[in-house]
């Protein structure tokens, strides 16, 4: 009885999977694989839960920067890379924002917005990838990402010093004496508008497009 495949197409499987298991896609397959991890971690409410899960959702943030810098350093550009990293992002962000409404520090109505959009562009980019487009993201769209990010990891810290600091009675708590939720809402806040904004710039870039892929 014949082979059910022809006896290169392991050969050529595995050549593919090694060329897009590049440094890069690696990185961002790490930074998947560690979101899940971190807030199991960060939702343990101790000091050592939140300081192992904050240093995790370091490590994964890293790891985007570093994505980065490999694949234009080297020049190692993927179908697979442009369309998993900015997922893998949507991820973390995802995971750490959800954590953040669980334990009392978000506002659910405006991690539903994020959330939202960006199921509706990773839906986008899918049909496109169906089709054998790629879609890149936008400037607008980097600049989300930098301030859910950067807004994430305040409120992250400030969190576990908390936590930390109110364990061991440590008089370095004075230093968090002021509003905080405001400060989270206002963070949360900007990245909701900037995330809405560039859900709402991918419909209108990519309008022809999706039109000429529904039909």
Known sequence: MPPPFPIDIPIIRAVH???IMNMPNKLTLSRIILSPIFMIFFLLESPTG?????????????????DGHYARKYGIITG?????????????????LIALVS?????????????????Y???IRS?????????????????KTV?????????????????????TESPAIAILNFDRQTVYDILIGAATVLTLY???????????MLKNILR
């Open 80 to 96: 697979f890379g442009k369309f998993m990293d900015p997922l893998a992002d949507k991820i973390l962000v995802t995971t750490a």
């Open 50 to 66: 939140r300081v192992i899960g904050f240093a995790i959702y370091l490590v994964a943030v890293v790891t985007d920067l570093m």
């Open 147 to 167: 301030v859910q990010m950067t807004g994430i990891s305040f409120i992250l810290l400030i969190v576990t010093l908390d936590t930390v600091w109110t364990h």
């Open 198 to 208: 560039t859900g709402f710039d991918y419909t209108v870039k990519y309008y022809t």
């Open 121 to 123: 562009v990773t839906g």
């Open 103 to 119: 334990l009392g520090y978000a506002r659910a109505w405006m991690v539903m917005f994020i959330v939202a959009r960006e199921f």
């Open 17 to 19: 999977f090694r060329f």
């Open 127 to 143: 049909l496109a990838a169906y089709k054998g487009a790629v879609i890149v993201p936008s400037y607008w769209a980097k600049v």
